[in-house]
T-cell receptor, first 111, second 116 residues
Framework: SQKIEQNSEALNIQEGKTATLTCNYTNYSPAYLQWYRQDPGRGPVFLLLIRENEKEKRKERLKVTFDTTLKQSLFHITASQPADSATYLCALVWYGQNFVFGPGTRLSVLP | DAGITQSPRHKVTETGTPVTLRCHQTENHRYMYWYRQDPGHGLRLIHYSYGVKDTDKGEVSDGYSVSRSKTEDFLLTLESATSSQTSVYFC???????????????FGPGTRLTVL
């Protein structure tokens, strides 16, 4: 079965720096890879989607890359702010199958 | 939360009692999902529905049953709650009305269930 790993359980960075979160998977590549943000006590919120034939996607200060050779996605938040502090989940989707979520990385942006 | 409500939001119950969690959507979307979230495991799919009376099992379905008699409501039942079912439960719907398994998901606010 597929296994998904997200870098460390928690990541602390200084305000203004770029946060980089990783999502690694085993076996065959998904059709889609999505990133969600989850704040304490709330449900996950969709941020970005990248398809298997796309290398990079951007949305404002967010950037996602997808490397099917490395079986890895990187999620970058540039010019990070304390308000970016949250848990970030990656979700992998294969055609005809349900989502598989990673365990998440808790990001803390320190002022 | 994209027109998704869950009830109750918090519940404490005792081992062996039945528990039903409700998910209600105002979007009229076809696909609905129940997940549980536990530390270190992320979100795991319990059951999902692709239409009225159409449901299927997910990764961790043992001990749970679901029903969907109306498009807008998806019920999750723990027939006899156990301490291992203490968790936070999230309902989700597909982004588009006829969206399938690969569609982006919108999540409800969650239900925190404690089984003593």
């Amino acid at each position: 079965s597929q296994k998904i790993e997200q870098n460390s359980e928690a990541l602390n960075i200084q305000e203004g720096k770029t946060a980089t979160l990783t999502c690694n998977y085993t076996n065959y590549s998904p059709a889609y890879l999505q990133w969600y943000r989850q704040d304490p006590g709330r449900g996950p919120v969709f941020l970005l989607l990248i398809r298997e034939n796309e290398k990079e996607k951007r949305k404002e200060r967010l950037k996602v890359t997808f490397d099917t050779t490395l079986k890895q996605s990187l999620f970058h938040i540039t010019a990070s702010q304390p308000a970016d502090s949250a848990t970030y989940l990656c979700a992998l989707v294969w055609y005809g199958q349900n989502f598989v979520f990673g365990p998440g990385t808790r990001l803390s942006v320190l002022p | 939360d994209a027109g998704i409500t869950q009830s109750p939001r918090h519940k404490v119950t005792e081992t062996g009692t039945p528990v039903t969690l409700r998910c209600h959507q105002t979007e009229n979307h076809r696909y609905m999902y129940w997940y549980r979230q536990d530390p270190g495991h992320g979100l795991r799919l319990i059951h999902y529905s692709y239409g009225v009376k159409d449901t299927d099992k997910g990764e961790v379905s043992d001990g749970y049953s679901v029903s969907r008699s109306k498009t807008e409501d998806f019920l999750l039942t723990l027939e006899s709650a156990t301490s291992s079912q203490t968790s936070v439960y999230f309902c989700a719907i597909s982004e588009s009305p006829s969206g399938g398994k690969t569609d982006t998901q919108y999540f409800g606010p969650g239900t925190r269930l404690t089984v003593l």
